[in-house]
């Protein structure tokens, strides 16, 4: 049985500092109502990602502990590092900026 999502929101942010990445997703999860959101940072390089999405999931959990992020990312490098944080509201999908395409890393 599927969990429906409600307050989907998709967040594509594009030629941006990491800094800059972080502070536009707290500023969504203050604003608005979004337990549920696909962030799409695949245009950040793995060091950067992996940073973005552990503080961003960090925040983002304080607010909604039962909510979930699906993060696009250019590396199934990120996922690696996050497993040991255990961050249970995210979750990866490798973009393929090639062919534009998904899969799940």
């Not at 502070?23 to 245009?43: A, G, H, L, R, W």
């Not at 990602?49 to 490098?77: F, Q």
């Not at 961050?87 to 393929?96: D, E, R």
């Amino acid at each position: 049985m599927s969990k429906q999502k409600h307050n989907q929101q998709f967040m594509i942010l594009e030629d941006f500092k990491p800094e800059t990445v972080i502070d536009s997703f707290n500023k969504c999860i203050n604003k608005s109502n979004c337990e549920y959101m696909t962030v799409d940072i695949s245009f950040l390089n793995v060091m950067d990602a992996m940073r973005v999405s552990t503080l961003c999931a960090a925040n983002h959990y304080v607010k909604y502990p039962n909510g979930k992020i699906d993060w696009y990312v250019s590396s199934p490098e990120v996922e690696c590092f996050s497993k040991a944080l255990n961050l249970g509201n995210s979750k990866y999908l490798v973009k393929n900026n090639n062919t534009r395409s998904l899969k799940e890393a």
